[in-house]
C-alpha cells in the first residue's frame, strides 16, 4: 500500500508541475505536450532499475529452500495417500 501512495503522489506532482509550465508558460508549448511522455518513460526506467536491483541483491535463503523442500514431499506424499500417480520424482 506505501507504494501506492508513493506512486500515487509522484504523478499527483509530475501533474502539478505539468500544469504549472503550462499556466507560466516557461517552456513553449510544443515541448509542454512531451513532459507526459517523459514522465511515463521516466517512471519505466525506475521501475526496471528497481526489478534489477532486486535481482542483483537477491539474497538466498537456505532455510527456505528446506522448507519448500519439505512442504513438496509433504504434497507428494498426500497425493500417494489419495491414490494420484505423481509424474515427477
Request: aromatic share 8%.
Amino acid at each position: 500500500m506505501k507504494h501506492v501512495v508513493k506512486i500515487f503522489s509522484l504523478l499527483v506532482a509530475i501533474s502539478g508541475l505539468w500544469i504549472g509550465l503550462l499556466q507560466a508558460s516557461i517552456i513553449s508549448q510544443s515541448h509542454t505536450w512531451l513532459l507526459p511522455i517523459y514522465s511515463i518513460v521516466s517512471l519505466g526506467c525506475y521501475g526496471l532499475l528497481m526489478v534489477g536491483v532486486g535481482l542483483m541483491r537477491f539474497p538466498t535463503c537456505p532455510q527456505e529452500a528446506l522448507l519448500l523442500q519439505q512442504d513438496i514431499a509433504e504434497a507428494k506424499d498426500f497425493l500417494n495417500q489419495k491414490g494420484v500417480d505423481v509424474g515427477f520424482a
